[in-house]
Each structure stands twice: as C-alpha cells, then as structure tokens.
C-alpha cells in the first residue's frame, strides 16, 4: 500500500533539504505537526543519534529518566551551541557535558572509560584517513584507550585498554588523543586536544 | 543476471564464503571502505568469485580535494589489484554546516545538480574508472526528480546509476515517483541493489528503507516487471543485508532472485 495521503508538511510540499537544519535538533519535534512526514523524518534522525548513544553506553539510562531524555536533550542543545561536528568523538563530549551538568557526580571513572571506548570504536569503523590507530588518555588515569581499524579480514576493529607506566606525560586538558600511523604503538608523538 | 550479497563485517566472512561455494550468489560486494587497512592480497584471496565495490564513507560530494585525494589514493591499490565488476558510491548529504548527520541527507535534485556533477567527474578521473551511483530511499517531497537527475548525470558525466529497487519501492510509497518513472534509469543501468523496507517508529504510513529482513511483495512485484529492462549482459543485483544477517532467511530471498532470473527457455535453446 502507498501513502501518498500522508503530507510532507500539511500546507505545502517540502524537501529535505529544507529539515537539514532540524535533523539534529530535539526541539523540531514540537515545531512539526506529529502527523507530517517530516516529523517522522526528523524523528528518524534524531532517533539514530538517540541510539547511537544509549545503545553503545546504555548505563546512561541509569542516570537520569529511563529514556534519557534529560540527558539527550541537554547534551544536543549545548552541542549546537558549541557547533560541535558530533563525529566519532562525539562520546567525549558527552563525557565533558556530563561534568559540569547536574549530573556530574554520577559520572564515575568507569563511564568515562565507556565513553572513551565507544569513541575509539567509532572512529575505528568511521574514519577514513590513512590513519590506523587513536589513543585516548585521560589526565586523571594512566589508562589509555586504543581503537584499532580492522587489519584482517576476520579481526574487525579492536578497542583495548592499556596501562602507560613508563613516564609518558598526561594530557593536560581532562582528555587528549593522538593518532598513529602503524599497528605497533612504539611512538608517542604528544596529546591533541579533543576535537570539536 | 549475476546475484550478489553485501559484504559489510568482518564476521560474517564465512557465511558469505559459504553463500559464494554453495552457488547461492555469483559475487560478493564489498563495502570497501570498511576493508582499506585489510592487505590487498588478503582481500585478493578471500573469495573465489568477482567482486563488486560500494563505498559509504567518501563523501566525494562535500569533502575537500586534498581528502579525495587520499581516499582515491588509498583505494586505488584494491581496484588495481580486485578488478571489481562495478565501483559505486552515494548521492548524499553526510554532514551539514559541519554536523555529522547520523541518517543521510537527500540532496535537491534541481539545486545540487553542477554541484554532484562536477564531484562526479572529478571523483571518475581520480579512480580512473566509471562510478555508479545509488538512488535515495526519499521521505519527504521533491524525488519527483529524481529520475530525470540520475538521466541527466549518467548522460553528462558517463556515470552509471546503481539503481536501487527497494530504495525506489520506498520513495514511492511515501508520495515519490512511480517504479514506472525510472525506466529509462533502469534501460541504461548495468548494476542494481534490492532489499527489505520497514516502516518508520513514530508512523507506520512511513516506509523506510531498513535491510532488517526479508524483501516485500511490492518489492519482488517490482523486479518481475522490470526484468526485461534490468537483466542484460553483464548486470548485476546485490542483495542487501545489514541486520539480522541470518544464513537460512538470507537464503530464502537469494533463492527468489535465482526464481526471478531464471532462464526463461527461447525457441532456440528448445530441443
């Protein structure tokens, strides 16, 4: 069956290229009529940031409501103002949000390291440089996170946690990262900032 | 007509190697772009049928030069090496004013066209071979012109169109343009895509193109009533599969293509 009936918009036609700008934006939500397609077009974006977050971390949910939305709503409007890229570090972010939000004494030692590890394996299946390896590390650990781009055809990409004893400096911002070129890591060419 | 199966994770190597050595699929199409730091000659040796290549992530429409250079440069070794039936590729917002977007963007069919045509071209002369590209599963209004874009871009650029049918069969549900309107689309294309669609979470009226499943009856209606415009020397149709990548329910759709192109007997090949 087709549904031709089902407008766009009520009172006009519109394109998508028209809902770009609410495609990310939690509030669009209200300003469309709920019985349009793009609402359901918007919700459809916004539903894929949803899970692309609570899915990969969902101890989340245990911090505020059960659907999240105080913590998804909160964090999407303060990413638009930051004009945030939302890419594969888009997880630290949140981290950062989360630390000087309400909620930012259940923000344990334990969820950053989640978050460090979901933004380690995004950027291992997203990013297309001939990068091969990131590192993330934490100015309040000697922990570092690694996410690797799959080198075979049956490893897929690989995340681990390692433990730096070895004199190497801390970030000195609460997070850095830096790249690598080789599926060794023997370099240690200093910390980036985090990337908006 | 050669039938393919999607080749998205590393996980579902053997299973995909199975469907190739059980006959079921004739080639085997790689998301590529997933594969870049995988050795070529592993890639080479991995399945004993052609490939075909689909790319998500090159962005070529929005990306600088100087990062189409390097994707180019770094795929460049693997259609060197794998010599794929086909390189395809994405007509697509990724990101907007700088924001990854998490479900793709349709472009505007009338305002984007120099833009996607002039990307085009230099995207084919960086790999130095033709480019196919994918049809969107539309939602919203203006994929009325769609059709007449992808006939106009394959006609400026010497691009081809990797038409998909399912993504069509969605567009036109929700309002789009009839299957009957991208003939001349499927007349000149060589390479196809067919999976299932589903319907959208806040509205059921939606359909939404989803890979979750097994193809719908519209879906298969489709492809038996532009069989003779689709099945031609050297075309292939690859079967989508992204969630619940189940070996026996694979199988069960793969067997209704080999049902769809089976060789219809002609006077000549009669005893």
New interface residues.
């Given amino acids: 069956?087709?549904?031709?009936s089902?407008?766009?918009l009520p009172d006009r036609?519109?394109?998508?290229?028209e809902?770009?700008?609410q495609?990310?934006d939690p509030t669009a939500r209200q300003r469309l009529p709920?019985?349009s397609?793009?609402?359901?077009?918007v919700?459809?974006?916004l539903?894929?940031?949803w899970h692309?977050l609570f899915d990969v971390c969902p101890d989340l949910l245990d911090m505020a409501d059960p659907a999240g939305e105080q913590i998804f709503d909160g964090f999407m409007a303060w990413a638009a103002e930051q004009?945030?890229?939302?890419?594969w570090h888009f997880y630290l972010w949140v981290g950062r949000w989360l630390a000087q939000s309400p909620f930012q004494h259940q923000l344990t030692d334990a969820l950053q390291e989640q978050l460090m590890a979901a933004a380690a394996a995004r950027w291992a299946?997203?990013d297309?440089?001939?990068q091969?390896g990131v590192v993330l590390g934490r100015a309040a650990s000697t922990g570092w996170v690694v996410g690797w781009?799959?080198?075979?055809?049956?490893?897929?990409r690989r995340v681990e946690r390692i433990e730096v004893d070895s004199g190497l400096p801390s970030p000195e911002a609460d997070l850095g990262l830096f790249y690598t070129n080789s599926f060794e890591l023997d370099t240690f060419p200093g910390w980036q900032v985090l990337p908006k | 007509m050669q039938i393919g199966f999607n080749f998205t994770l590393g996980e579902t190597t053997p299973m995909v190697q199975q469907l190739a050595r059980e006959g079921a699929i004739d080639y085997v199409e790689l998301l590529i772009d997933n594969f870049l730091h995988v050795p070529v000659a592993e890639m080479a040796a991995a399945f004993d049928v052609p490939v075909g290549f689909h790319i998500m992530f090159s962005r070529f429409i929005e990306v600088d030069d100087a990062t189409l250079d390097t994707f180019a440069a770094q795929l460049k070794p693997f259609i060197d090496t794998l010599q794929p039936l086909y390189v395809s590729d994405h007509i697509a917002y990724f990101t907007h004013q700088g924001r990854a977007l998490f479900h793709l963007g349709e472009i505007d069919y009338q305002a984007d066209f120099e833009r996607v045509r002039e990307r085009i071209l230099k995207w084919q002369a960086l790999l130095g071979c033709q480019m196919h590209v994918e049809n969107y599963p539309s939602i919203v209004d203006g994929s009325d012109d769609a059709p007449m874009f992808f006939e106009r871009l394959m006609a400026d650029t010497g691009c081809g169109t990797l038409f998909d049918l399912s993504n069509a069969v969605c567009a036109w549900r929700n309002g789009g343009p009839s299957l009957h309107a991208w003939r001349e689309v499927m007349k000149q294309a060589r390479h196809f895509h067919v999976s299932s669609y589903n319907t959208a979470f806040a509205d059921d009226r939606v359909t939404v193109d989803s890979h979750d499943g097994l193809m719908a009856a519209d879906t298969l209606a489709g492809l038996r009533a532009y069989r003779d415009l689709m099945d031609k020397p050297g075309a292939t149709l690859t079967y989508e599969r992204d969630e619940n990548i189940h070996y026996d329910s694979v199988l069960e759709d793969l067997l209704k293509l080999r049902e769809i192109y089976a060789e219809v007997p002609t006077c000549a090949s009669l005893p």
């Fill in positions: 069956m087709r549904f031709p089902l407008t766009a036609m519109i394109r998508d290229r809902l770009l700008d495609l990310i709920r019985d397609r793009a609402f359901v077009r919700d459809m974006s539903r894929n940031y692309t004009h945030l890229s939302m890419g299946v997203l297309r440089s001939p091969v781009k799959p080198n075979s055809l049956l490893a897929g």
